[in-house]
C-alpha cells in the first residue's frame, strides 16, 4: 500500500510541475473586456482557436487541472 501511495505523490508532483509550466506558457487576454464592447468581430484565428498551439494548450490545462483535483482527492483519503 505505501509502493502506491508513493506513486500517486509521484505523479501529483509531475502533475503540478506540468500544470505549472502549461499556464505560463499560455498567452494573456490582451482584448478582454474592452474587445467585448468594442464589437469586434471573430477573426480566422478565433475561429480555429482550437487547432493552434494556444488551443492545445487550454485543452491541456483543462486535463491536468481535473487531474490535479482528482488526485489531491485520492490523496487526502486515509491510506
Known amino acids: 500500500m505505501e509502493a502506491l501511495k508513493l506513486l500517486v505523490q509521484i505523479v501529483y508532483i509531475l502533475v503540478c510541475i ?6 505560463l506558457r499560455q498567452e494573456g487576454k490582451q482584448a478582454g ?12 484565428w478565433a ?25 489531491s482527492i485520492v490523496l487526502c483519503l486515509k491510506w
Open 18 to 23: 506540468a500544470l505549472t509550466f502549461v499556464v
Open 33 to 44: 473586456l474592452s474587445g467585448a464592447l468594442t464589437g469586434t468581430t471573430e477573426t480566422y
Open 47 to 71: 475561429k480555429n482557436k482550437g487547432r493552434s498551439v494556444e488551443g492545445t494548450l487550454e485543452r491541456v490545462t483543462k486535463y491536468l487541472a481535473a487531474a490535479f483535483m482528482v488526485l
